[in-house]
């Protein structure tokens, strides 16, 4: 016996849409289920294609099983088709679009994805029961079937199909096994042609309740796993395959090719839909981050993602890649690799470097604040108020201070202040900035020649247009030999001690030495007193060598170079020791490097690095670098440990909560003194405003 004649006597290509129905569902016998499951057939077509003696050879499956099978298979599917067995594969082929049908009929024809007319008449069944066709609707469908035959398949005009059109044909085993009012619904959570509906949206579309709206949907997702389980075992062996593929994770976008998830993106070209498809068949099963998979359950993911956000603070880094694994994998029972190195970079703003010694490395990334500030004013095409900029910054990262990023409008020469605090692209402004050039100059030299003056005094024309003068101001603050003052006031730069800074100077230089700070205030006026305490408290002329005394920096060996080296000298030495150090360490750094001395003691080592090095003194004599806010962070686990407790806490209860706080003992309590989000009624217990 041939192959051929092994072979069922139906031919798939004449069955057209019914030959990719599913067995499973279709044909009730459990011994053929698991045949089929055992040799990956899955719809009629594969049977069919299938000899009957590969079938007849597996335990359990005998001539009496394929027999039943196929009588099942000609009541249910060819019993519909052999009436039409005689027609041309022309005709079954031609394409529903170039029917003459009415608009509701056409609406419920698209619904049902019939593209030619062999699906509409293997589907003439399910058409007939939607509600807006009935038997109206069939006699409209048979008069232009009729119409088409009369005038001829040639002569009738085949619309072409728009760019971007999909049928989703490999979604049709999924469809095919759901009733009729349960497919469009599918489509609305999947997201076929469009956005996907949440379980709300879908109940306001439905009009019913949202607890109803979710079981549809639940009975949906059921009928889908029984209607057609060798499609959704496919899909879950194709996830885990990638995901063991890919060290945890799986990106819809690099999917191999032939795979059932790779045609669904295929058709779509949207790789959201496949990921959508993925969430809805097994929504306990994968959770999604992104545009990845993973196989970790919610609460896995959170416990990750909380390790890395605690391990990867600013003074935490730089740290190789493997230890940071080893100490994530004592909080977290699995860790993937690659969810990992996912997190990291777009989500703790980490990026990892190559060293030659010590593997993969963690860094924090750069400050990207002012591109990405670039990148808000280039897409809105028009200038924006600083409050507009910093709520657009907000929607798209997450968090932004107004001071922050008005640092950086003011420090990048990309951007130009054209009104009051109205920001645009200075790109966009040259031709007014070279037309008011000659006037920026001719101001310039009046200020260097006569000394400190307001622009709005100077100006040739008075009645020059605000958003001019702005950009007048913007070319005079870019000049380096003009020092801004605020309010439209310019003074050359080498005026750099004002009146009361002189004076004070001279007064200092005359006694010659440390004088009592105290003593000091007391013989100002009272109108002066203020200005003057602060000047002596954050000038950088001056210098506390004790708590209550008060010297001149030039007194002691630091000029402008002693200086730069001497911030150098601190700043490798906190990145060192992982972005912050005690002060005697500091200092011990500083001996060695020969920049210290008997004078250099610790409360003039103190007083000297607040002024001069961009760093944070905290309390209790701890040096940091201001890019890792220690002190902020230190207050931040302070008030979780109060907001766990429930109750006002004592320094050392949160030191007993916080052991990773036990390092910043002797300066928390000034630190809780100084946060205004606490408050101690007794001065001993601390609580959350």
Not at 134 to 148: D, H, I, N, T, Y
Not at 183 to 211: M, N
Not at 279 to 293: D, N, S
């Given at each position: 016996m041939s192959e051929a004649e092994t072979r069922n006597d139906l031919d798939p290509a004449q069955l057209g849409a019914a030959a990719s129905l599913p067995l499973l569902g279709l044909v009730q016998n459990r011994r053929a289920e698991r045949a089929f499951l055992r040799l990956g057939i899955r719809t009629v077509a594969e049977f069919l294609a299938t000899p009957r003696e590969r079938l007849l050879e597996l335990p359990g499956f005998g001539r009496r099983t394929y027999d039943s099978v196929r009588n099942q298979?000609?009541?249910?599917?060819?019993?519909?088709?052999?009436?039409?067995?005689?027609?041309?594969?022309?005709?079954?082929?031609?394409?529903?679009?170039?029917?003459?049908?009415?608009?509701?009929?056409?609406?419920?024809?698209?619904?049902?994805?019939?593209?030619?007319?062999?699906?509409?008449?293997?589907?003439?069944?399910?058409?007939?029961?939607?509600?807006?066709?009935?038997?109206?609707?069939?006699?409209?469908?048979?008069?232009?079937?009729?119409?088409?035959?009369?005038?001829?398949?040639?002569?009738?005009?085949?619309?072409?199909?728009?760019?971007?059109?999909?049928?989703?044909?490999?979604?049709?085993?999924?469809?095919?096994?759901?009733?009729?009012?349960?497919?469009?619904?599918?489509?609305?959570?999947?997201?076929?042609?469009?956005?996907?509906?949440?379980?709300?949206?879908?109940?306001?579309?439905?009009?019913?309740?949202?607890?109803?709206?979710?079981?549809?949907?639940?009975?949906?997702r059921r009928r889908v796993l029984r209607g057609a389980p060798a499609v959704v075992e496919q899909v879950r062996d194709e996830v885990e395959r990638e995901l063991r593929a890919f060290e945890g994770v799986l990106d819809i976008e690099h999917l191999a090719p032939g795979t059932f998830l790779h045609a669904v993106t295929r058709e779509a070209g949207n790789p959201r839909l496949a990921t959508r498809l993925?969430?809805?068949?097994?929504?306990?099963?994968?959770?999604?981050?992104?545009?990845?998979?993973?196989?970790?359950?919610?609460?896995?993911?959170?416990?990750?993602?909380?390790?890395?956000?605690?391990?990867?603070?600013?003074?935490?880094?730089?740290?190789?890649?493997?230890?940071?694994?080893?100490?994530?994998?004592?909080?977290?029972?699995?860790?993937?690799?690659?969810?990992?190195?996912?997190?990291?970079?777009?989500?703790?703003?980490?990026?990892?470097?190559?060293?030659?010694?010590?593997?993969?490395?963690?860094?924090?990334?750069?400050?990207?604040?002012?591109?990405?500030?670039?990148?808000?004013?280039?897409?809105?095409?028009?200038?924006?108020?600083?409050?507009?900029?910093?709520?657009?910054?907000?929607?798209?990262?997450?968090?932004?201070?107004?001071?922050?990023l008005l640092d950086h409008l003011r420090a990048d020469p990309r951007f130009t202040e054209i009104g009051p605090d109205l920001w645009s692209l200075r790109e966009r402004h040259l031709d007014e900035i070279e037309m008011l050039r000659s006037e920026a100059e001719r101001i310039r030299d009046h200020l260097l020649a006569h000394g400190r003056a307001a622009v709005r005094t100077l100006l040739a024309d008075p009645t020059l247009a605000d958003r001019h003068y702005h950009l007048l101001l913007d070319q005079l603050k870019r000049c380096h030999e003009l020092r801004y003052l605020g309010r439209g006031e310019f003074c050359p730069r080498h005026q750099t001690m004002s009146g009361l800074l002189a004076e004070m100077h001279k007064t200092l230089r005359r006694a010659m030495g440390e004088i009592p700070v105290s003593k000091f205030l007391d013989n100002q006026t009272t109108e002066r007193r203020r200005a003057i305490a602060a000047l002596l408290r954050m000038n950088r002329l001056f210098v506390q060598p004790a708590r209550d005394r008060v010297d001149l920096l030039t007194n002691y060996p630091f000029n402008e170079e002693r200086l730069r080296r001497l911030a150098e000298v601190v700043h490798v030495h906190l990145q060192k020791s992982g972005g912050y150090a005690t002060l005697a360490s500091v200092k011990t750094a500083i001996d060695l490097a020969g920049l210290g001395g008997e004078f250099l003691n610790e409360h003039l080592c103190t007083d000297l690095l607040r002024r001069q090095g961009e760093v944070d003194v905290l309390p209790g004599g701890i040096v940091a670098l201001p890019s890792i806010a220690l002190g902020t962070w230190i207050t931040q686990r302070a008030r979780e440990a109060i907001r766990e407790a429930g109750v006002a806490l004592t320094v050392s209860e949160i030191l007993a909560q916080r052991p990773d706080l036990g390092l910043f003992a002797e300066c928390l309590r000034d630190l809780l003194e100084a946060d205004p989000a606490l408050q101690t009624p007794d001065g001993l217990h601390y609580q959350v405003l």
């Open positions: 298979i000609e009541r249910a599917v060819v019993g519909t088709w052999l009436p039409f067995r005689l027609l041309p594969r022309e005709l079954l082929h031609f394409p529903v679009s170039a029917l003459p049908l009415s608009g509701s009929v056409r609406q419920a024809v698209g619904a049902l994805r019939f593209a030619t007319v062999g699906d509409l008449l293997a589907g003439a069944p399910a058409l007939r029961e939607d509600p807006s066709v009935g038997e109206v609707g069939m006699a409209k469908v048979r008069q232009a079937l009729a119409a088409v035959l009369r005038r001829g398949l040639d002569r009738v005009p085949v619309p072409e199909t728009r760019a971007g059109e999909t049928t989703f044909a490999s979604l049709e085993s999924l469809f095919s096994v759901l009733p009729l009012r349960d497919r469009g619904v599918l489509a609305l959570v999947l997201g076929l042609r469009g956005d996907p509906v949440s379980v709300g949206s879908l109940a306001q579309t439905l009009r019913i309740p949202k607890e109803e709206a979710a079981r549809r949907v639940r009975r949906i993925v969430r809805f068949l097994f929504p306990r099963r994968f959770l999604q981050t992104g545009h990845l998979l993973t196989d970790l359950s919610p609460q896995e993911f959170l416990l990750l993602r909380t390790s890395l956000r605690e391990l990867t603070l600013p003074y935490r880094l730089p740290i190789p890649l493997p230890e940071l694994v080893a100490r994530v994998t004592q909080t977290a029972p699995r860790v993937p690799h690659g969810l990992v190195t996912h997190l990291l970079e777009q989500r703790c703003g980490c990026t990892l470097q190559i060293d030659p010694r010590r593997g993969e490395i963690v860094h924090r990334k750069a400050d990207a604040a002012a591109d990405r500030l670039y990148e808000i004013l280039r897409e809105q095409r028009r200038p924006l108020l600083l409050v507009d900029l910093v709520f657009h910054y907000r929607d798209r990262h997450r968090r932004a201070r107004k001071g922050r």
